[in-house]
C-alpha cells in the first residue's frame, strides 16, 4: 500500500467571524484553474461566536480546525501545522481569489525553488466610488501589492492576506507565526524572519486576490489606528527595516518625529498608486491624510504600553 501523493498546494484560511464573506472566497476557491485534485483547503476558525463554521460545512472538502480567540498569527501556525501541501497558501476570509490565483502561486514557486515566499496583488472586491472609504481603505492599506506595484530588488515585505510559502524550507529555518504579535503586524515580522534566515520572498502581480475594504470612516480610522499601535513594537524594535527610526521609545523624540510620520506616509502612499491610479489617489489626498493622522495617534499612544503579545527584541 502506498501512501497518497501530496498535494501541491494547501489553502490555509484564518477566520474570525467571517460568516458573511467566506461564501465568496470558498466558491471561488470552488472555481480554480488548479485541478481540484491538487489542493486543500482549511479553515481555522479563531474563537468565531457566528456561523462561520457553518458557513464553511456547506462547502465540500473544507477542513475546519477550531481554536481559542489567539489571533491570526496563531490561526496561520496551526493552519501550518495541518497542511499536507508543499505549498501552503494564506489567505483572508474577506475576499475572494481570482480563477487562477492557485495556479499562479504553484507556477512561480516551480519556476523558482531558491524563492521561499510569495505574495500576490490585492485589487477590490467590487466597484468602489472615487472618493468613496472603501477606496481610501483600499488605497492605504495595499498600496505595495497592487498589480501594478514594481520592485527593483526583492521586498522587504508583503501582506499575509495572499501569501504562499514553501511549508518545508519555511520549517527547515523554523520561521513561525507563532511568537508574532495578536492582530496585526505578524506579517512583518514573519517576513522578517525569513529575511534574517537568508530566505527571500517574491512579489507576484499575477496572482490576484480582490479584498472587501472598510465602507466607513470609522471603520477605516480604527483599522489606521490600530496598525499604528503595533508600530513601534514592530519597525520601532527592528533597527533592520526600514523607516524604524520613526519610533523611538522616547516621547520627546518621538513628538518630533510624528509630523515626518504623518507626512511621509502619506506621499508614500500616493506615489506607489500615481500611475495606477493618478486622479483618484490625488482626490483621495485628504482622507489618506486623516487615517494616517489616526496611525499616528496609535504609535503615540502605544509607545510605553506592552504589545498585545509580549515579544523579546530582535537583532
Given at each position: 500500500?502506498?501512501?497518497?501523493?501530496?498535494?501541491?498546494?494547501?489553502?490555509?484560511?484564518?477566520?474570525?467571524?467571517?460568516?458573511?464573506?467566506?461564501?465568496?472566497?470558498?466558491?471561488?476557491?470552488?472555481?480554480?484553474?488548479?485541478?481540484?485534485?491538487?489542493?486543500?483547503?482549511?479553515?481555522?476558525?479563531?474563537?468565531?461566536?457566528?456561523?462561520?463554521?457553518?458557513?464553511?460545512?456547506?462547502?465540500?472538502?473544507?477542513?475546519?480546525?477550531?481554536?481559542?480567540?489567539?489571533?491570526?498569527?496563531?490561526?496561520?501556525?496551526?493552519?501550518?501545522?495541518?497542511?499536507?501541501?508543499?505549498?501552503?497558501l494564506y489567505l483572508d476570509a474577506d475576499a475572494y481569489a481570482a480563477p487562477d490565483l492557485l495556479e499562479q502561486h504553484v507556477q512561480y514557486h516551480r519556476g523558482h525553488p531558491q524563492v521561499a515566499a510569495t505574495g500576490g496583488s490585492v485589487l477590490p472586491a467590487g466597484p468602489y466610488g472615487i472618493m468613496s472609504w472603501q477606496m481610501v481603505d483600499h488605497?492605504?492599506?495595499?498600496?505595495?501589492?497592487?498589480?501594478?506595484?514594481?520592485?527593483?530588488?526583492?521586498?522587504?515585505?508583503?501582506?499575509?492576506?495572499?501569501?504562499?510559502?514553501?511549508?518545508?524550507?519555511?520549517?527547515?529555518?523554523?520561521?513561525?507565526?507563532?511568537?508574532?504579535?495578536?492582530?496585526?503586524?505578524?506579517?512583518?515580522?514573519?517576513?522578517?524572519?525569513?529575511?534574517?534566515?537568508?530566505?527571500?520572498?517574491?512579489?507576484?502581480?499575477?496572482?490576484?486576490?480582490?479584498?472587501?475594504?472598510?465602507?466607513?470612516?470609522?471603520?477605516?480610522l480604527r483599522h489606521m489606528r490600530r496598525w499604528g499601535e503595533h508600530a513601534p513594537y514592530v519597525r520601532g524594535r527592528l533597527p533592520s527595516l526600514r523607516y524604524s527610526f520613526l519610533f523611538p521609545r522616547s516621547r520627546l523624540k518621538l513628538a518630533a518625529a510624528l509630523p515626518l510620520i504623518v507626512l511621509g506616509y502619506t506621499a508614500l502612499i500616493a506615489a506607489a498608486w500615481l500611475r495606477a491610479k493618478p486622479l483618484t489617489v490625488l482626490l483621495c489626498l485628504p482622507q489618506i491624510f486623516l487615517g494616517r493622522l489616526a496611525y499616528a495617534g496609535g504609535v503615540w499612544t502605544s509607545t510605553t504600553k506592552r504589545p498585545p503579545v509580549a515579544r523579546a527584541s530582535r537583532p
Open positions: 500500500m502506498t501512501d497518497a501523493p501530496r498535494v501541491s498546494i494547501s489553502v490555509v484560511i484564518p477566520c474570525f467571524n467571517s460568516a458573511a464573506t467566506l461564501p465568496a472566497l470558498l466558491e471561488s476557491l470552488e472555481n480554480q484553474t488548479l485541478g481540484r485534485d491538487r489542493y486543500e483547503i482549511i479553515l481555522v476558525d479563531d474563537g468565531s461566536d457566528d456561523d462561520s463554521c457553518q458557513v464553511a460545512r456547506r462547502y465540500g472538502g473544507v477542513a475546519i480546525h477550531r481554536q481559542d480567540h489567539r489571533g491570526s498569527g496563531a490561526a496561520r501556525e496551526a493552519g501550518m501545522a495541518l497542511a499536507g501541501g508543499e505549498l501552503v488605497l492605504s492599506s495595499w498600496f505595495n501589492c497592487h498589480p501594478r506595484s514594481r520592485y527593483s530588488a526583492p521586498p522587504e515585505y508583503l501582506p499575509s492576506l495572499n501569501f504562499c510559502v514553501k511549508k518545508d524550507l519555511v520549517q527547515q529555518h523554523q520561521v513561525s507565526w507563532a511568537d508574532g504579535l495578536a492582530h496585526s503586524g505578524e506579517d512583518v515580522l514573519f517576513c522578517h524572519d525569513l529575511r534574517r534566515q537568508g530566505l527571500s520572498l517574491a512579489f507576484v502581480p499575477a496572482a490576484v486576490l480582490c479584498h472587501h475594504d472598510r465602507p466607513t470612516a470609522a471603520g477605516h
